[in-house]
C-alpha cells in the first residue's frame, strides 16, 4: 500500500502543463528542423523523407510495445517508462551531434531511437493526465496542450533566429537542453496509484490485444483509417514546410517565424476546445479538424509568396489545432477503460506514426517529381479522403460510438 501524499489538483494541472510545454518545446527542437538539418548535411528531398518515414516507422513499431508493456504492468509507473524512454533519446541525439558526417544507415539509426523512444513516449504522458481526470481530478489537458503549441512557437521563432546566427546544426544543442529538461519535469511528476479494482471486475476488465481491440470498435477503427488520412495530409505541411517556404521566395531563415504563427495558432483552440466538446463531442471535432487541415493545403497552394504562406497559418488553429485534444478525449470515451492507455498508443500510431511516415513518403517523392505544388496536391487529396471517413465514423442517431 503507497504512502505517498494524495497531490493537489493545483500541484497535478500545473506540473503537467509544464510537461506538455516541455515537450513540445523539445518536439519543435529536433522534428520541426529535421527536414533543413538533414538537407544541410548534404543529404537529397527523397532521403529527408525516407528518414521522416523512418522516425515515424519507429513510433508505429515501439508505441504499441511501450503501451502493451503499460497496460500489462500496471504498477509501473508511466512516467518512469516515459522518463526512461525519453533518456535513450537523449543519449541518440548526442551520438547525432557529435558526428555530423554520420552516414544515412547510421542516421536511420539515430531516428529510429528518437522517434520510437522519446517521440512516442507522448501517448504515454498523455494517460498520465487521464488517470487522474478518470479518477475525478479535472486536469485542464487541453489547456496544457495549447500551452504546448505556444511553447512549441516561441522555440521555433527563437530556433529560425538561431540558424541564422549560428546555423542549423546548433539547433541539436537546444534539442539536448531541453529533453534534459523534460527528463526532469518527466520523473518528478506526482505518481498515480490505481484504486483497488472489485476481484471479479478486474478479471473481467483485462487488456485487449490491438487487433481484437480494432475488431470489437469499428466505429473506432473506422475513425482512425481518416485519422490515418488527415495526418498524412497535413504533416507534411509543417514537416516540409521550408519546401514551401523557399518555392514562394523566403529562406530558411523563414521556417522560424511561419512555425512560429503555426504553434501559436493552435492556443486558441485550448480555449475554444471544451466548449467545443460539450457542443460537438469529440467525433464531430475530429471531423471539423480534418476539414480544416485540408483546406490549409489548399489555402498554400494557391499562395504565391512568403507572406501568403504566412497568411494560411491561422487554418492551423481549427486544424491540427483541434486534432490532439480531441482524439485523446475520443479514444478516452469510445473504449474500454482496461484499454484506454493501448488505445492513446493505437491513436497515435495512425496519426503521427503512420501518417507521418506516409506523409514523409509522399512529400520526398513528390517534391523530387514535381516541386511544392505537387506536394501540396497530394496532401489534399489524402485529406479530402480523410474527412469523408472521419465523418462515416461518426455514430448513427440511437446507435452506440463505438
Keep these: 500500500m503507497h504512502t505517498e501524499k494524495t497531490p493537489t489538483l493545483r500541484r497535478l494541472d500545473w506540473h503537467y502543463i509544464a510537461m506538455q510545454m516541455g515537450f513540445w518545446a523539445m518536439f519543435a527542437a529536433i522534428v520541426a528542423y529535421q527536414t533543413a ?24 513499431v515501439f508505441q504499441p510495445l511501450l503501451g502493451g508493456f503499460a497496460d500489462r504492468h ?25 558526428e555530423p558526417a554520420m552516414g544515412l544507415a547510421q542516421t536511420a539509426l539515430v531516428w529510429v531511437v528518437i522517434g520510437g523512444l522519446g517521440v512516442s513516449s507522448y501517448p504515454l504522458m498523455d494517460a498520465m493526465a487521464v488517470q487522474f481526470i478518470n479518477d475525478g481530478m479535472p486536469i485542464r489537458y487541453s489547456l496544457g496542450r495549447g500551452l504546448g503549441s505556444l511553447a512549441y512557437a516561441v522555440v521555433c521563432v527563437l530556433l529560425g533566429l538561431q540558424v541564422g546566427q549560428w546555423g542549423v546544426e546548433t539547433t541539436l544543442v537546444t534539442f539536448l537542453l531541453l529533453t534534459a529538461a523534460e527528463i526532469a519535469l518527466v520523473f518528478t511528476y506526482p505518481t498515480w496509484h490505481p484504486k483497488a479494482p472489485a476481484e471479479g471486475r478486474a478479471a473481467a476488465e483485462r487488456p ?71 457542443r460537438l463531442g ?16 489548399v ?88 474527412t469523408v471517413l472521419c465523418l462515416l465514423a461518426l455514430p448513427r442517431k440511437g446507435r452506440s460510438a463505438c
Excluded: H
Excluded at 507534411?236 to 522560424?256: E, H, Q
Excluded at 469529440?282 to 493545403?297: D, E, N, P, Y
Design 37 to 60: 538539418l538533414l538537407l544541410d548535411r548534404g543529404f537529397t528531398n527523397g532521403e529527408a523523407g525516407l528518414m521522416t518515414s523512418v522516425r515515424c516507422l519507429a513510433g508505429i
Design 74 to 98: 500496471p504498477r509501473v509507473p508511466l512516467k518512469g517508462i516515459v522518463g526512461v524512454s525519453l533518456a535513450l533519446s537523449l543519449a541518440a541525439g548526442v551520438w547525432y551531434w557529435a
Design 208 to 278: 485487449q490485444s490491438a487487433l481484437s481491440l480494432l475488431r470489437s470498435t469499428p466505429r473506432f477503427t473506422l475513425m482512425l483509417a481518416g485519422v490515418l488520412f488527415g495526418l498524412t495530409a497535413v504533416l507534411p505541411l509543417s514537416n516540409f514546410l521550408v519546401n514551401v517556404i523557399l518555392s514562394r521566395g523566403g529562406t530558411a531563415a523563414d521556417l522560424g517565424l511561419a512555425m512560429f504563427l503555426m504553434g501559436g495558432f493552435e492556443l486558441p483552440a485550448a480555449f475554444l476546445f471544451p466548449r467545443l466538446l460539450r
Design 282 to 297: 469529440s467525433g464531430r471535432i475530429l471531423v471539423l479538424s480534418m476539414a480544416f487541415c485540408t483546406l490549409k493545403g
Design 299 to 386: 489555402a498554400l497552394l494557391l499562395t504565391w509568396n512568403l507572406a501568403g504562406v504566412l497568411l494560411c497559418q491561422p487554418l492551423q488553429m481549427l486544424g491540427y489545432g483541434l486534432f490532439t485534444p480531441a482524439s485523446v478525449y475520443f479514444v478516452n470515451e469510445s473504449v474500454p477503460p482496461a484499454d484506454r492507455v493501448r488505445g492513446q498508443t493505437i491513436m497515435m500510431v495512425a496519426s503521427n506514426g503512420l501518417g507521418g511516415m506516409l506523409g514523409g513518403l509522399l512529400a520526398g517523392w513528390t517534391l523530387d517529381a514535381g516541386g511544392a505544388n505537387w506536394m501540396l496536391a497530394g496532401c489534399i487529396l489524402c485529406g479530402c479522403v480523410g
